[in-house]
């Protein structure tokens, strides 16, 4: 059986995704064969396995860096959120519904036996599982039952880091705070504290740690940097979600209330001179050089929104202008003609779409989730460039669309003019789909893109190795290979 090791934080966005990737990747470089796990997930962001599987898209990027295929058993529940209250739940890659927050709260319990069958065939098969908490383990009114924090690490008998934030702020009544409203049972599992996203002279933080020390009475396992490395990141409030504006080209992404998967567009941001931003305001479309359209968990509401806060009518102006347009999955349904919700698959109801795509979508009651491939067509406007790339990546959608226009690949999807939509996420991925963008994007500049090819792959793993560099050298790691040898006796 493997050993383990678990991350939990002070709050939410403390940085404890990118902490178990950096472990994730240095075992993986220490020769260990190590895998991710988080036993519940609440995110928009996700993955499709080989087999099929629906996983937080986190623990995939996670799985790459320690050098492993994703599965469904690193991620045995995932909660997509629909509503302010409710979600639909997937549980072991499969969605079995939507619940509200109550009534999922009150069945949670019925997960456990998928979460220990989960947890227990990646122990049996690998040398460490590290494994990742969710948002703060002294949510108290919450704790009843807990499956994610406290709860598993005491399913697994796995000792626990303690991460916070001190970029943030606040970071001893985090780490106090949080080891003072513990159980005394949970807090012995607490071997360690890390402060994470440290900026500046990290001396003067000295006095900080031996505080943390006597008050905390922990070992302060390190004082971790804000690493400068282009990770995938699922988290609603991750940086990446702030406007900015710093190229040449400008790609502006729509911020949709209830956006899913913005992680589709990180890899325009590896290329010298071309900024993404993600925008909520229709004036900040003015000087978009690209518009694009992500996913949604909630169609038919973000189409309202796109319409009450001019950004529709905004998008179809810069059509006008000659500006070119992408959606994907939730985005490309935007684009059609109408979009239907006949049996209440999300929030039922129906919406009159941009009527910018020759194309109609309907919701069902049956999830597609698969990886595919394939290739653009003989494809005419702005980005006839595309024509023959070929791509890889995933769908997940409830929707069928129907399109009597312009198809797009070979998968499917719909163009017309400059207006292109798809379900495949991922599929920027592919250097020979990003690369023809960007030039494309430079040219319509009178600009010739000298920055050169970008694989995709070979970027991901130099950022991953610059991750676990940053961990390596700023986290005491014989003594965390002690922790874990003893575990929590």
């Known amino acids: 059986m493997a050993k383990s090791i678990m991350v939990q934080g002070t709050m939410s966005n403390v940085g404890k995704s990118f902490i178990v990737a950096g472990l994730c990747r240095i075992f993986r470089q220490d020769g260990y064969k190590c895998v991710p796990f988080k036993s519940q997930n609440m995110a928009l962001n996700s ?8 996983i937080g898209r986190a623990q995939a990027m996670q799985a ?6 994703p599965s469904p058993l690193m991620n045995p529940i995932l909660l997509k959120p629909t509503t302010d209250v ?135 396992l390190g004082v971790v940097p804000y690493i400068q490395c282009d990770i995938e990141d699922e988290d609603s409030l991750s940086d990446k979600l702030e406007n900015r504006s710093d190229g040449i080209i400008d790609i502006a992404v729509i911020r949709l209330p209830r956006i899913s998967n913005f992680t589709d567009f990180d890899v325009f941001s590896q290329y010298d001179g071309v900024s993404v931003r993600y925008v909520t305001k229709y004036t900040e479309l003015e000087s978009a050089d690209m518009i694009i359209i992500p996913g949604t968990k909630s169609t038919i509401s973000d189409m309202k929104w796109l319409r009450e806060s001019g950004i529709e009518t905004m998008i179809k102006k810069r059509v006008n202008n000659g500006v070119p347009v992408f959606a994907v999955c939730g985005g490309y349904q935007m684009l059609g003609r109408k979009i239907s919700d006949p049996f209440e698959t999300e929030n039922g109801g129906s919406i009159d779409g941009m009527n910018l795509l020759e ?11 698969f990886r595919t491939n ?42 017309k003019n400059n207006v292109y939509g798809c379900y495949v996420h991922g599929i920027f991925d592919s250097p020979e789909v990003s690369e023809r963008i960007v030039h494309r994007l430079f040219e319509a500049k009178g600009i010739s893109y ?11 793993e130099r950022q991953f190795d610059m991750l676990a560099d940053g961990v390596r050298k700023n986290i005491n790691m014989d003594l965390l290979y002690r922790i874990i040898e003893n575990g929590v006796e």
């Open 450 to 460: 000298i920055g050169g090819e970008t694989d995709r792959h070979a970027y991901k």
């Open 86 to 220: 409710g979600s639909q739940v997937i549980v072991n890659g499969r969605p079995i519904g939507n619940m509200s927050a109550r009534e999922y709260f009150r069945r949670k319990k019925e997960f456990v036996p998928d979460i220990i069958r989960a947890y227990d065939e990646l122990s049996a098969n690998n040398d460490i599982v590290v494994i990742e908490g969710a948002g703060s383990p002294v949510e108290l009114n919450l704790k009843n039952d807990d499956i994610v924090n406290m709860g598993m690490a005491k399913l697994a008998k796995s000792p626990v880091l303690l991460v916070g934030d001190i970029d943030r702020g606040g970071i001893f009544a985090q780490l106090i705070g949080t080891l003072n409203l513990l159980e005394p049972d949970e807090r012995d599992l607490v071997k360690g504290l890390v402060v994470n996203k440290f900026r500046g002279d990290r001396t003067l933080f000295n006095s900080g740690a031996d505080i943390l020390r006597q008050r905390g009475n922990k070992t302060v």
């Open 359 to 369: 194309c109609e979508t309907t919701f069902v009651g049956e999830k597609n989730q």
């Open 64 to 69: 790459e860096s320690a050098g492993v295929e």
């Open 47 to 54: 993955y499709i396995t080989r087999d099929g599987s629906e």
């Open 374 to 415: 394939g290739k653009f067509l003989d494809i005419e406007g702005f980005f006839s460039c595309l024509s023959g790339a070929e791509f890889s990546g995933y769908e997940i959608h409830m929707g069928v669309t129907e399109n009597s226009g312009k198809k797009l690949t070979s998968c499917g999807g719909s163009y």
